[in-house]
């Protein structure tokens, strides 16, 4: 199983960014997928997950700022934030999941997101 992110980068506070995730190794139309993030010095913590049939789940940490989609006929998953704060900067992570996305199946490598303060 491979999840691979890309789209990472440094972006102004204000800004938006598009993170991508390709997964390969599983069957990608059956699975529940969700985003993660870790900032420095702070636990990794869930950001919302999207079913298999596209329902969305999203936790507080970036509510109404973030935007999670899926293509299934490309194995691809995105995150799409919006007004990003310094405070968002952190090491972002798709998965594979199982439920709403508390129990994860499979780690991406993670792609580094800086918003410089």
């Known amino acids: 199983v491979q999840l691979v992110e890309s789209g990472g980068g440094h972006v102004q506070a204000g800004g938006s960014l598009r993170l991508s995730c390709a997964a390969s190794?599983?069957?990608?139309?059956?699975?529940?997928m969700a985003w993660y993030r870790q900032a420095p010095g702070k636990q990794r913590e869930l950001l919302g997950a999207?079913?298999?049939?596209?329902?969305?789940f999203y936790t507080d940490s970036m509510k109404g700022r973030l935007t999670i989609s899926r293509d299934n006929a490309k194995n691809m998953v995105y995150l799409q934030m919006n007004s990003l704060k310094s405070e968002d900067t952190a090491v972002y992570y798709c998965?594979?999941?199982?439920?709403?996305?508390?129990?994860?199946?499979?780690w991406g490598q993670g792609t580094q997101v800086t918003v410089p303060s």
């Open positions: 998965a594979a999941v199982s439920g709403a996305g508390d129990v994860v199946d499979y």
């Open positions: 190794g599983i069957i990608f139309k059956f699975t529940n």
């Open positions: 999207i079913a298999t049939e596209g329902t969305t």
